[in-house]
Protein backbone atom coordinates (compact mmCIF):
# COMPACT_ATOMS: atom_id res chain seq x y z
CA UNK A 1 0.00 0.00 0.00
CA UNK A 2 1.54 3.11 -0.81
CA UNK A 3 0.61 6.33 1.07
CA UNK A 4 1.42 10.43 1.94
CA UNK A 5 3.28 11.90 4.17
CA UNK A 6 1.25 13.62 6.93
CA UNK A 7 1.48 16.97 5.88
CA UNK A 8 0.69 16.31 2.00
CA UNK A 9 -2.64 14.54 3.75
CA UNK A 10 -3.47 17.60 5.80
CA UNK A 11 -2.71 19.86 2.89
CA UNK A 12 -4.96 18.12 0.82
CA UNK A 13 -8.33 17.10 3.71
CA UNK A 14 -7.68 20.00 5.30
CA UNK A 15 -8.67 22.15 1.85
CA UNK A 16 -11.21 19.72 1.55
CA UNK A 17 -12.68 20.93 4.97
CA UNK A 18 -12.00 24.50 3.89
CA UNK A 19 -14.16 24.17 0.73
CA UNK A 20 -16.71 22.01 1.99
CA UNK A 21 -15.60 19.27 0.04
CA UNK A 22 -15.38 17.10 3.03
CA UNK A 23 -16.00 16.36 6.40
CA UNK A 24 -13.91 17.30 9.38
CA UNK A 25 -14.43 14.38 10.90
CA UNK A 26 -13.18 12.22 8.01
CA UNK A 27 -10.48 14.65 7.26
CA UNK A 28 -9.20 14.11 10.83
CA UNK A 29 -9.39 10.70 10.55
CA UNK A 30 -7.81 10.52 7.41
CA UNK A 31 -4.23 12.22 8.52
CA UNK A 32 -4.39 10.68 12.04
CA UNK A 33 -5.25 7.36 11.18
CA UNK A 34 -3.17 4.94 13.41
CA UNK A 35 -1.41 7.40 15.22
CA UNK A 36 -2.65 9.04 19.02
CA UNK A 37 -4.83 11.68 18.56
CA UNK A 38 -2.72 14.85 17.29
CA UNK A 39 -2.18 17.67 19.15
CA UNK A 40 -1.20 21.22 18.55
CA UNK A 41 0.97 23.53 19.84
CA UNK A 42 1.08 27.64 19.01
CA UNK A 43 4.71 28.91 19.08
CA UNK A 44 4.60 31.91 21.70
CA UNK A 45 4.50 35.09 18.38
CA UNK A 46 2.11 32.97 16.05
CA UNK A 47 -0.90 35.12 15.44
CA UNK A 48 -3.82 34.15 17.26
CA UNK A 49 -7.16 34.86 18.54
CA UNK A 50 -7.37 38.43 17.52
CA UNK A 51 -6.89 37.50 13.99
CA UNK A 52 -9.85 35.16 14.50
CA UNK A 53 -8.22 32.49 15.23
CA UNK A 54 -8.43 30.83 18.57
CA UNK A 55 -5.37 28.83 19.68
CA UNK A 56 -6.74 25.35 19.60
CA UNK A 57 -4.93 22.28 21.38
CA UNK A 58 -6.00 19.44 18.87
CA UNK A 59 -6.14 18.93 14.73
CA UNK A 60 -10.19 18.91 14.68
CA UNK A 61 -10.40 22.21 17.00
CA UNK A 62 -7.28 23.86 14.46
CA UNK A 63 -9.34 22.88 11.13
CA UNK A 64 -12.62 24.17 12.82
CA UNK A 65 -10.90 27.28 13.72
CA UNK A 66 -9.04 27.88 10.05
CA UNK A 67 -12.21 27.34 8.45
CA UNK A 68 -13.61 29.81 11.17
CA UNK A 69 -11.72 32.43 10.00
CA UNK A 70 -12.11 31.90 6.24
CA UNK A 71 -9.23 30.85 5.55
CA UNK A 72 -7.97 29.81 2.38
CA UNK A 73 -7.13 26.31 0.87
CA UNK A 74 -3.62 24.81 2.62
CA UNK A 75 -0.97 24.82 1.23
CA UNK A 76 2.24 22.18 1.17
CA UNK A 77 6.21 22.05 1.16
CA UNK A 78 8.58 19.02 1.50
CA UNK A 79 11.86 20.52 1.68
CA UNK A 80 14.59 18.74 2.43
CA UNK A 81 18.48 20.43 2.91
CA UNK A 82 20.02 20.81 -0.47
CA UNK A 83 16.44 21.39 -1.91
CA UNK A 84 14.38 23.75 -0.11
CA UNK A 85 11.66 24.90 -2.01
CA UNK A 86 8.84 26.04 -0.65
CA UNK A 87 10.26 26.80 2.56
CA UNK A 88 8.13 30.36 3.81
CA UNK A 89 10.55 31.58 6.39
CA UNK A 90 11.24 33.31 8.71
CA UNK A 91 14.27 31.21 9.13
CA UNK A 92 12.89 29.62 12.54
CA UNK A 93 10.44 28.32 10.73
CA UNK A 94 12.63 27.49 7.77
CA UNK A 95 14.73 25.31 9.89
CA UNK A 96 11.61 23.70 12.03
CA UNK A 97 10.37 22.68 8.18
CA UNK A 98 13.65 21.36 6.87
CA UNK A 99 13.83 19.54 10.29
CA UNK A 100 10.57 17.51 9.72
CA UNK A 101 11.01 17.38 5.50
CA UNK A 102 7.48 18.73 5.76
CA UNK A 103 4.98 21.78 6.58
CA UNK A 104 1.45 23.24 5.47
CA UNK A 105 0.69 26.82 5.42
CA UNK A 106 -2.11 28.57 5.66
CA UNK A 107 -3.64 32.10 5.62
CA UNK A 108 -6.71 33.91 5.28
CA UNK A 109 -6.97 35.64 2.12
CA UNK A 110 -5.81 39.48 1.96
CA UNK A 111 -5.68 39.08 5.65
CA UNK A 112 -2.67 39.59 8.02
CA UNK A 113 -1.56 36.54 9.54
CA UNK A 114 -0.33 33.19 7.81
CA UNK A 115 0.85 29.89 9.67
CA UNK A 116 2.96 27.22 9.05
CA UNK A 117 2.01 23.68 10.71
CA UNK A 118 4.61 21.91 10.78
CA UNK A 119 4.87 17.86 12.34
CA UNK A 120 7.09 16.82 15.27
CA UNK A 121 6.38 12.82 15.12
CA UNK A 122 7.47 10.83 17.88
CA UNK A 123 7.27 7.07 17.30
CA UNK A 124 7.12 4.18 19.63
CA UNK A 125 6.30 0.49 19.97
CA UNK A 126 7.78 -2.06 17.70
CA UNK A 127 7.62 -3.05 14.21
CA UNK A 128 4.69 -5.49 15.07
CA UNK A 129 3.24 -2.72 16.69
CA UNK A 130 3.89 0.51 15.58
CA UNK A 131 2.55 4.13 17.03
CA UNK A 132 3.44 7.49 16.87
CA UNK A 133 3.28 10.64 18.78
CA UNK A 134 1.96 13.91 16.45
CA UNK A 135 1.82 17.81 17.18
CA UNK A 136 1.53 20.33 15.31
CA UNK A 137 3.99 23.22 15.67
CA UNK A 138 1.87 26.33 14.76
CA UNK A 139 4.60 29.12 13.62
CA UNK A 140 4.09 32.49 12.34
CA UNK A 141 4.97 32.59 8.21
CA UNK A 142 6.28 35.07 6.19
CA UNK A 143 3.87 36.55 3.86
CA UNK A 144 3.26 34.18 0.73
CA UNK A 145 5.47 35.14 -2.60
CA UNK A 146 5.25 33.49 -6.13
CA UNK A 147 3.76 30.33 -5.82
CA UNK A 148 5.90 27.38 -7.42
CA UNK A 149 6.21 27.33 -11.21
CA UNK A 150 5.79 23.46 -11.50
CA UNK A 151 2.47 22.39 -12.60
CA UNK A 152 0.65 19.21 -12.25
CA UNK A 153 1.21 18.68 -15.89
CA UNK A 154 4.93 18.95 -15.70
CA UNK A 155 5.45 16.70 -13.04
CA UNK A 156 3.28 13.97 -14.93
CA UNK A 157 5.75 14.02 -17.62
CA UNK A 158 9.02 14.05 -15.07
CA UNK A 159 7.85 11.44 -13.25
CA UNK A 160 8.01 9.18 -15.97
CA UNK A 161 11.21 9.44 -16.52
CA UNK A 162 12.19 9.58 -12.86
CA UNK A 163 9.71 6.33 -12.07
CA UNK A 164 12.26 4.37 -14.91
CA UNK A 165 15.67 5.25 -13.29
CA UNK A 166 14.48 4.37 -9.89
CA UNK A 167 13.32 0.97 -10.71
CA UNK A 168 16.11 0.60 -12.51
CA UNK A 169 18.20 1.11 -9.81
CA UNK A 170 16.37 -1.38 -7.65
CA UNK A 171 16.75 -3.57 -10.31
CA UNK A 172 20.07 -3.33 -10.48
CA UNK A 173 20.80 -4.05 -6.90
CA UNK A 174 18.73 -7.61 -7.04
CA UNK A 175 17.62 -7.18 -3.36
CA UNK A 176 15.31 -9.79 -3.93
CA UNK A 177 17.64 -12.44 -4.15
CA UNK A 178 19.58 -11.58 -0.93
CA UNK A 179 17.47 -9.84 1.24
CA UNK A 180 14.68 -12.51 2.03
CA UNK A 181 11.89 -9.30 3.30
CA UNK A 182 12.28 -7.59 -0.48
CA UNK A 183 10.51 -9.74 -2.95
CA UNK A 184 7.39 -8.79 -0.93
CA UNK A 185 8.03 -5.24 -0.41
CA UNK A 186 8.97 -5.16 -3.92
CA UNK A 187 5.77 -6.56 -4.53
CA UNK A 188 3.36 -4.21 -2.87
CA UNK A 189 5.52 -1.21 -4.18
CA UNK A 190 4.92 -2.40 -7.77
CA UNK A 191 1.41 -3.46 -7.80
CA UNK A 192 0.05 -1.00 -4.52
CA UNK A 193 -2.20 1.91 -4.79
CA UNK A 194 -2.51 4.72 -2.52
CA UNK A 195 -4.27 4.31 0.71
CA UNK A 196 -8.00 4.92 0.30
CA UNK A 197 -8.23 7.75 2.38
CA UNK A 198 -4.96 9.40 1.50
CA UNK A 199 -6.87 11.76 -0.59
CA UNK A 200 -9.89 13.02 -0.42
CA UNK A 201 -13.56 13.47 -2.44
CA UNK A 202 -13.18 14.81 -5.30
CA UNK A 203 -9.61 14.68 -5.89
CA UNK A 204 -8.85 15.47 -9.79
CA UNK A 205 -7.94 12.14 -11.23
CA UNK A 206 -4.37 14.01 -13.01
CA UNK A 207 -3.64 15.25 -9.35
CA UNK A 208 -4.38 11.73 -8.13
CA UNK A 209 -2.64 9.75 -10.91
CA UNK A 210 0.36 11.89 -10.13
CA UNK A 211 -0.04 11.47 -6.21
CA UNK A 212 0.40 7.71 -6.62
CA UNK A 213 3.37 7.42 -9.22
CA UNK A 214 4.79 10.12 -7.29
CA UNK A 215 4.90 7.90 -3.61
CA UNK A 216 5.43 4.76 -6.01
CA UNK A 217 8.60 6.79 -7.19
CA UNK A 218 9.37 7.79 -3.44
CA UNK A 219 8.42 4.28 -2.22
CA UNK A 220 10.87 2.98 -4.44
CA UNK A 221 13.42 4.94 -3.86
CA UNK A 222 13.49 3.85 0.19
CA UNK A 223 13.93 0.52 -0.51
CA UNK A 224 16.38 1.24 -3.31
CA UNK A 225 18.38 3.73 -0.72
CA UNK A 226 18.85 0.81 2.11
CA UNK A 227 21.77 -1.10 0.66
CA UNK A 228 24.54 -0.70 -2.40
CA UNK A 229 24.16 -4.32 -3.18
CA UNK A 230 25.72 -7.69 -3.02
CA UNK A 231 29.26 -6.29 -4.88
CA UNK A 232 28.86 -2.73 -6.55
CA UNK A 233 32.00 -0.87 -6.74
CA UNK A 234 32.58 2.63 -4.68
CA UNK A 235 31.69 4.63 -7.57
CA UNK A 236 29.00 2.63 -8.68
CA UNK A 237 27.29 3.02 -5.17
CA UNK A 238 27.58 7.36 -5.34
CA UNK A 239 26.42 7.27 -8.63
CA UNK A 240 23.21 5.07 -7.53
CA UNK A 241 23.00 7.31 -4.94
CA UNK A 242 22.78 10.60 -6.52
CA UNK A 243 20.29 9.43 -9.42
CA UNK A 244 17.70 7.80 -6.29
CA UNK A 245 18.20 11.67 -4.83
CA UNK A 246 17.21 13.16 -8.02
CA UNK A 247 14.44 11.13 -8.54
CA UNK A 248 13.39 11.80 -5.00
CA UNK A 249 13.46 15.50 -5.83
CA UNK A 250 11.35 14.89 -8.54
CA UNK A 251 8.91 12.85 -7.01
CA UNK A 252 8.87 15.45 -4.03
CA UNK A 253 7.81 18.10 -6.06
CA UNK A 254 5.23 16.32 -7.87
CA UNK A 255 3.72 15.51 -4.67
CA UNK A 256 3.51 19.61 -3.84
CA UNK A 257 2.43 20.31 -7.55
CA UNK A 258 -0.52 18.01 -7.27
CA UNK A 259 -1.80 18.94 -3.79
CA UNK A 260 -1.37 22.27 -4.29
CA UNK A 261 -2.97 22.15 -7.64
CA UNK A 262 -5.39 25.08 -6.78
CA UNK A 263 -2.66 27.81 -6.48
CA UNK A 264 -1.66 26.89 -10.20
CA UNK A 265 -2.24 30.21 -12.09
CA UNK A 266 -4.96 30.04 -14.61
CA UNK A 267 -3.05 29.63 -18.38
CA UNK A 268 -4.94 31.48 -20.74
CA UNK A 269 -6.37 29.08 -23.71
CA UNK A 270 -4.66 28.25 -26.75
CA UNK A 271 -5.23 30.00 -30.01
CA UNK A 272 -6.02 27.77 -32.65
Given amino acids: MLDLPRSARLAAWGTGVLTG ?12 RDDEPHAVRWAADAPGPRTGLPRSEDLAG ?21 DPAGLPGPAAVNVAALEAGECVLAEVPG ?24 TW ?37 DVARWREDAADRIAAVRDGGLARDALP ?8 RVLQTAARVLAIVELAAEDDGAAVTSFEATSRAQALREV ?5 RAVVAAVNAH ?3 VRPPRLS
Fill in 248 to 252: AQVAR
Fill in 21 to 32: AAGLDAAVAAVV
Fill in 111 to 134: GPARWALVPEVTEFGSVWEPGAMV
Fill in 62 to 82: LLAALAAAGCGPLLLALPVPG
Fill in 263 to 265: AEP
Fill in 201 to 208: PGTAPRAA
Fill in 137 to 173: SVLGAAPRRAPESSSVADSERELRLALATATRALASL
